[in-house]
């Protein structure tokens, strides 16, 4: 299956992500990864889903259930600590995506280097920059677990309804409670 940039003027290149046409496949991702992190946009705590729950309370019902580091990009901190959740580190988006490419860097906790990043919550183009840069200048698997497809990750969703795309994040949540 095959998909088009949300952004229809930008020009991906040859290389385009996979499209994710189950959401098992993010689970199976989720679950072979050594080190996965999530990077969290400031438009997760406006984005509302199906019945208005917003994209921040599906990241941090995914963070939770997979044992998932989330790095806050913006003001979106607050809105983490906001709910509860506390064990988010605070980042600018550039600069994760720069740490991300410094094949050095050891993470946030000293422990390694991230082998898969998921991105949720940024600006289109914002997102598409940040996947751009991680895909020509690191050896990180990404997947965008946006509505829209970018295809500077790895994997990503498709062009999907509200309704599909919360109905996808439901599952992924489901099933890794269920693995992890």
Partial sequence: MSAEPWQTAEIPGPKKAL??????????????ARRPLLILGHE?????????????????????????????????????LKRGFTSASSMLAVEITQRLQDPGWEGLDGKGP??????????????WLILSGLKHFSSVKTISVDRYYQPHAS???????????????????SKVREVC
């Fill in 19 to 32: 499209v994710i046409t189950k959401p098992e496949v993010v689970v199976a991702m989720l679950r072979r």
């Fill in 44 to 80: 997760a705590a406006e984005v509302e889903g199906e019945g208005g729950k917003k994209m921040i309370d599906f990241a941090i019902e995914l963070a939770e259930a997979a044992n998932l580091p989330i790095v806050a990009t913006g003001h979106i901190k607050a809105e983490l």
């Fill in 114 to 127: 991230y082998d898969l990043v998921l991105v949720m919550g940024l600006p289109y183009y914002l997102g």
């Fill in 155 to 173: 994997w990503s969703f498709p062009n999907l309804s509200m309704k599909d795309w919360s109905e996808n994040l439901k599952v992924i949540i």
